[in-house]
């Protein structure tokens, strides 16, 4: 008779290995194809069913790099990660940083996640804090980092950030606040943008608060300090302000 233990392991390394090779094949196609849904999308209209709230739907639509402002694509930086075009997927400065402030605060959680590490959450794996995800992210991060350019990295957490009840990517926010395409977003709406990522339920694009303001002229002056869109072309991230015509205010 057969172990039973032996059967359950079999089956569970088969499960591994199949979910492993999934994912890299994904990993591979994403490279180069449009992404059409994430993780994040996934957990948040199901968490909508089980609640019966059968008026949220997870909305996005996918746009190339050509397509979404400059504007956009510094912002983030300026707000999530200066150190983006230079790093290979982590600040250890930063999660220095953040333990130091975590172990001080231990009430009030500050993150060190990179733009690779939230693109990689955000598109493989679930919401929450356990060492478990936390060890996933970090392996899935440094293959991001090995097969993806930092311009396809940008490029996709661009379009599948969240930012607001059911709008996921920048397309989507830019036409649901501002009523134009991505592609069209001036420098304030960007940084507007970029300063709801941390919490999009907390922090309104539509009603900022007091806080929400401040850090988006905190991000403004980030940009300019930074060089303004010719930090994208010196660092090889491909931005320019493209022919969709980007608001220059």
């Known amino acids: ?35 059409p849904f994430s993780m994040v999308m996934i957990e948040r209209q199901v968490a909508a069913l089980i609640s019966i709230n059968l008026s ?6 996918w746009r190339d790099q050509d397509h979404i402002s400059p ?5 983030v930086i300026a707000a999530e990660d200066q150190k983006f075009p230079k790093h290979w997927g982590f600040d250890f400065e930063a999660i220095e940083t953040a333990m130091a402030y975590n172990k001080k605060y231990e009430k009030r959680i500050r993150g060190a996640s990179t733009i690779s590490q ?10 929450g804090r356990s060492w478990v995800r936390k060890g996933l992210e970090a392996g ?14 940008l490029t996709v ?3 599948i950030a969240e930012f607001g009840n059911g709008i996921f990517g920048v397309e989507e926010a830019a036409q649901h606040y501002f009523g134009k395409p991505a592609c069209r977003l001036t420098a304030a709406e960007s940084a507007l943008l970029a300063a709801v990522l ?3 339920h907390r922090y309104k694009v539509h009603t ?25 072309e010196q660092n090889k991230l491909g931005w320019a302000l493209n022919t969709c015509g980007a608001g220059r205010h």
């Open 1 to 35: 008779m057969r172990n039973p233990f032996s059967i359950l392991w079999r089956w569970l390394k088969r499960i591994v290995v199949s979910i492993t090779v999934l994912w890299f094949v994904a990993v591979i196609a994403f490279s180069f194809l449009p992404v």
């Open 56 to 61: 949220y739907v997870s909305r996005s639509s």
């Open 71 to 75: 504007y956009m694509a510094l912002a």
């Open 118 to 127: 939230q693109a990689t959450k955000n598109l493989f794996l679930w919401e």
């Open 140 to 153: 899935m991060t440094a293959v991001l980092e090995l097969l993806w350019s930092k311009q396809r990295i």
């Open 157 to 159: 957490y661009l379009n």
């Open 198 to 200: 941390p919490n999009p």
């Open 208 to 232: 900022p608060s007091r806080y929400v303001l401040q850090r988006q002229q905190w991000i403004l002056r980030q940009m300019q300090l930074m060089g303004g869109v010719n930090y994208l």
